[in-house]
DNA sequence: TTGAAAGCGCTAACAT
DNA sequence: ATGTTAGCGCTTTCAA
């Protein structure tokens, strides 16, 4: 590899002068300069660089489980905004895992101009190794209770969980079963909430045992979706809180061979690569989950070039209820009510593939 | 950040002795050192080292589309694997296209340790880049024509495609449809040849226009499916070459209202999420996704901890026909034949959630 | 076993 | 506008 003083020495100028025209300054042999650089394939060494800055222009995006669709989405609409700005991306799965997440930080805080976190669980407070390095860091998708301090790109989770159970309602269902994320997590507090405070709105607030705390993940939804089925009253409709407990939530309803919507009615949170293919298509509370992405690198970058810029941002996206067939109302209204009409908020037309 | 010389300092050593500790050697004044860099919670500059060292402790991944599930699940086995060995992974997407693909190279060439690539396509010969700067590749799930040069980690396209292919004539059908990937790339071909090759052995070969060409992309096996279906005597089954196509093709059999497997048989290649509770059940050709990627980081390992050891090595992975509810005779057998018994070589018990 | 010191490749004063 | 040079933090020869 070719450094930077073989090319001033083939430009017949100093090394100064080779950093200058790299930095776009205005230098006299310029035309000598671009000629070394090319002759030798001359690339400046990024460790080198580094040392010398303290900068590495690359960012530590940590997920937990990046085989999940809405991680893998995030991670390529993020990815797409980083590259665009020359900055790199250091990939970290912590499969959902304190640990793992702790360790990694540790491992990155010194190693990235910026990190952003979507953490595997919400502890009280900040990682102690972010408190120290203190690096840019922008959440993503869930935020610490006591952080006001970091940058942070949410959805509106208890506003999606709101719009299923009044979808859900206006259907006329009132045996409405949740399967909930943990609570611990900002999704999954925040959609437990909204999902009752709406129906505790409506006059239909569950009992304890339609409400079941899965864990975000297929087996877990798989479990809730049984303990739901295995009611004396089993619910006519039932919300499942993420898209991978939707998923396992499906598989037990097709497993007991339960029709959809005919005998229940399902609302997902997130939509799936094939929720319209599906039978029946998915209702689901959709979200912009490349832009999600995209925003916190955005925001980061950002904060990486004005540290003391702006205060700390929180931004909240918006989600929509994306009604397909997999709801319908009860098959036995309950006597209580009669049946209230159908009336979407949201509806968006379906394109093609 | 503390530095080597703090840590010197309050050891009461040189920095020679606390890069030596750091190492591993035994040196006198242990526990001072080890106190020190505990109180000063000092960290090695990456920058540094790997200024001094020429090496960096970190690889490159490059893939057409993380957001693709089938990659999304190669990233992850190969970050578990790089973790566990204390490299960090550079994710770079290149959206499927060659010339993103040769810019990512040539920034990651003098940059990491090793890459791992899956090239967006399949240029006659490796990139000038890799060619020059020599960092160790592994190539994964496909292969240059002219690189027995390389490592590389495929799955065995045709072998999963003659699986396919013989399901499908076992159970009757001989009007095989083929939404076929691009033929300049490995997989594409793999898959095509083997395809074809089975039907021509047992005597169905296809006319040409039951076999379309698509772009393993959603969209286009969208297309493809269409053209399956507009001709004027449409397939009793189709067979698409990967999974994005899947999708796409059963979003048009969905939009058609074509039953499956009543109206047409169907098999894809690689498993989704939900392959299991579709309706119906997607019969599919499965291969280790998480494990190809695994392998591919192990051999790249290797290969960086010993650059001439072995001679290159060609890891051709099994597939496995996974024999679900997609598939069946076809409604009116052709007369040319009578149904053939369908005789399962694979199975797979499928596990709950 | 240990320390002194050179040097990895670059940038940015500072001097000219 | 350009050159000289110190120094970023580490590893490793070489000498002791």
């Given at each position: 590899?070719?450094?930077i003083?073989?090319?001033?020495?083939?430009?017949?100028?100093?090394t100064a002068?080779?950093s200058r025209?790299l930095k776009?300054?205005?230098?006299?042999?310029?035309?000598?300069?671009?000629?070394?650089?090319?002759?030798?394939?001359?690339r400046p060494s990024p460790a080198a660089r580094s040392l010398k800055l303290g900068t590495t222009h690359s960012i530590g995006?940590?997920?937990?489980?990046?085989?999940?669709?809405?991680?893998?989405?995030?991670?390529?609409?993020?990815?797409?905004?980083a590259?665009?700005r020359g900055y790199s991306v250091f990939?970290?799965?912590?499969?959902?895992?304190?640990?793992?997440?702790?360790?990694?930080l540790a491992a990155l805080a010194d190693r990235v101009d910026g990190i952003?976190?979507?953490?595997?669980?919400?502890?009280?407070?900040?990682?102690?190794v972010l408190r120290r390095a203190k690096p840019p860091v922008?959440?993503?998708?869930?935020?610490?209770?006591?952080?006001?301090?970091?940058?942070?790109?949410?959805?509106?989770?208890?506003?999606?969980?709101?719009?299923?159970?009044?979808?859900?309602?206006?259907?006329?269902?009132?045996?409405?079963?949740?399967?909930?994320?943990?609570?611990?997590?900002?999704?999954?507090?925040?959609?437990?909430?909204?999902?009752?405070?709406?129906?505790?709105?409506?006059?239909?607030?569950?009992?304890?045992?339609?409400?079941?705390?899965?864990?975000?993940?297929?087996?877990?939804?798989?479990?809730?979706?049984?303990?739901?089925?295995?009611?004396?009253?089993?619910?006519?409709?039932?919300?499942?809180?993420?898209?991978?407990?939707?998923?396992?939530?499906?598989?037990?309803?097709?497993?007991?061979?339960?029709?959809?919507?005919?005998?229940?009615?399902?609302?997902?949170?997130?939509?799936?690569?094939?929720?319209?293919?599906?039978?029946?298509?998915?209702?689901?509370?959709?979200?912009?989950?490349?832009?999600?992405?995209?925003?916190?690198?955005?925001?980061l970058l950002t904060r990486i070039d004005a540290p003391n810029g702006?205060?700390?941002?929180?931004?909240?996206?918006?989600?929509?209820?994306?009604?397909?067939?997999?709801?319908?109302?009860?098959?036995?209204?309950?006597?209580?009510?009669?049946?209230?009409?159908?009336?979407?908020?949201?509806?968006?037309?379906?394109?093609?593939?």
């Amino acid at each position: 590899m070719a450094t930077i003083y073989d090319v001033a020495r083939l430009a017949g100028v100093s090394t100064a002068t080779i950093s200058r025209y790299l930095k776009g300054e205005r230098v006299r042999a310029e035309h000598a300069v671009a000629d070394a650089i090319e002759e030798l394939r001359f690339r400046p060494s990024p460790a080198a660089r580094s040392l010398k800055l303290g900068t590495t222009h690359s960012i530590g995006v940590v997920v937990p489980d990046i085989a999940n669709p809405f991680f893998a989405a995030v991670v390529k609409g993020a990815e797409s905004i980083a590259r665009s700005r020359g900055y790199s991306v250091f990939l970290f799965n912590t499969e959902e895992s304190a640990e793992r997440e702790e360790e990694v930080l540790a491992a990155l805080a010194d190693r990235v101009d910026g990190i952003i976190l979507a953490p595997a669980t919400e502890p009280a407070d900040v990682s102690p190794v972010l408190r120290r390095a203190k690096p840019p860091v922008v959440f993503l998708d869930r935020e610490l209770a006591k952080t006001d301090a970091f940058d942070s790109v949410l959805v509106d989770n208890a506003d999606g969980a709101r719009q299923a159970a009044r979808h859900l309602f206006e259907l006329g269902h009132e045996r409405i079963g949740l399967i909930s994320g943990p609570l611990d997590t900002t999704p999954g507090l925040g959609r437990h909430e909204g999902f009752l405070d709406e129906l505790t709105r409506v006059g239909v607030e569950p009992s304890p045992d339609l409400i079941q705390i899965g864990d975000f993940r297929r087996e877990g939804g798989y479990q809730c979706a049984l303990r739901l089925l295995a009611l004396k009253k089993p619910p006519t409709a039932i919300f499942a809180a993420n898209n991978l407990m939707s998923i396992g939530a499906l598989r037990a309803l097709h497993a007991m061979s339960i029709r959809v919507p005919d005998e229940i009615s399902f609302v997902g949170f997130d939509d799936l690569d094939l929720g319209e293919i599906l039978d029946p298509p998915l209702t689901v509370i959709d979200r912009p989950m490349e832009e999600q992405g995209a925003l916190a690198m955005r925001l980061l970058l950002t904060r990486i070039d004005a540290p003391n810029g702006a205060p700390p941002q929180r931004i909240v996206l918006e989600t929509r209820l994306l009604i397909r067939s997999s709801t319908a109302p009860p098959a036995a209204p309950p006597q209580s009510a009669a049946p209230r009409r159908q009336k979407p908020r949201n509806q968006r037309k379906e394109t093609s593939a």
